[in-house]
C-alpha cells in the first residue's frame, strides 16, 4: 500500500473533525452491542469508496489523528462517475462534496494519537459549528441547541477527555446516527443512538464544508491508488 501524504493543519483544526453531533440531539436509544465498522458490508469496497487522512499540527510536525470515511455502494458508484480517470481539482471538489455528503449510509472514523481535554474540544465544535452554519449547512437553530447541550452529552467524558487511541465512530443510516467511543483498550464510552433527521444530516456535512481544513485532503484521498 503506497504512503498516504499527511494534510498539514493548523494547532486547532484537528479538534474540528471530531466534532459535531457525536451526541444526540434529543432522547437517544440503547445501540446495538456490535460496534460500526469501516468494513461493513453495507459499504462500498474498493477505490472511491474510502477517504483517508492524516491530520497533523503544523509546528511541530505531530501526528495528531487519523480520520477514515467510507460511503455505501450508491454513492460510491456516483463518485466513480463523477471522478472515475480524472485528477482532483478545485471544480471537481465541488460536484464531490455534495455526492459526499448525501451518502445514505456511511461510517466516519476518528482515531486519536494525542490526548484532548473535553473543554478544548467543545470550544472548536462550538468555532466549527458556526462554520457549517455561515455555509448554509446548518441551521442557527441547530448551531445553537448542539452548542447548548455538549457539557450534557458528553459528560461521561468529562473527567477523562479524549485519550491517545480513542476511536470516536459515527454511524449514518438513512434514518438514524449512532456516535460511539471507544479506548484504545476497547472499553466503550460513549454509544447512542439519535433518530432525529438533523443529527445525522450535520455529521458529513462538517466533513466537507466549502472552506473546511478536512474536505480537500479527504476528497484528494479518492485519488490516491490503494
Known amino acids: ?27 437517544g436509544s440503547q445501540a446495538e452491542p456490535a460496534l460500526p ?11 472511491f469508496s474510502l477517504m483517508h487522512t492524516m491530520l497533523q499540527k503544523t509546528f511541530l510536525r505531530i501526528n495528531v489523528a487519523t480520520v477514515d470515511v467510507r460511503v455505501d455502494r450508491p454513492t460510491q458508484s456516483r463518485l466513480v462517475e463523477l471522478a472515475g480517470g480524472k485528477t482532483y481539482s478545485d471544480t471537481l471538489a ?3 462534496a455534495p455526492v459526499a455528503m448525501a451518502a445514505g449510509r456511511a461510517v466516519v472514523q ?3 494519537r494525542h490526548d484532548v481535554s473535553l473543554d478544548r474540544w467543545m470550544g472548536v ?7 457549517a452554519r455561515a455555509a448554509g449547512l446548518v441551521a442557527r437553530d441547530l448551531e445553537q441547541r448542539v452548542s447548548q447541550a455538549l457539557p450534557q452529552w458528553f459528560a461521561s467524558l468529562r473527567e477523562r477527555g479524549y485519550q491517545k487511541g480513542d476511536r470516536l465512530i459515527y454511524a449514518l443510516t438513512p434514518d438514524a446516527l449512532r456516535t460511539v467511543v471507544v479506548s484504545a483498550g476497547g472499553q466503550v464510552l460513549l454509544d447512542r443512538v439519535e433518530r432525529e433527521q438533523g443529527a445525522r444530516s450535520v455529521v458529513l456535512a462538517t466533513y466537507f464544508v466549502p472552506g473546511g481544513e478536512l474536505r480537500e485532503p479527504l476528497l484528494r484521498s479518492l485519488f490516491q491508488t490503494r
Open 1 to 27: 500500500m503506497p504512503d498516504r501524504k499527511p494534510h498539514m493543519l493548523g494547532t486547532h483544526a484537528w479538534f474540528l473533525v471530531a466534532a459535531l453531533v457525536a451526541a444526540p440531539l434529543g432522547a
Open 37 to 47: 465498522s469501516l468494513d461493513s458490508t453495507d459499504l462500498g469496497q474498493g477505490r
Open 94 to 96: 465541488q460536484q464531490l
Open 110 to 112: 476518528m482515531q486519536f
Open 125 to 131: 465544535v462550538r468555532d466549527y459549528l458556526g462554520q
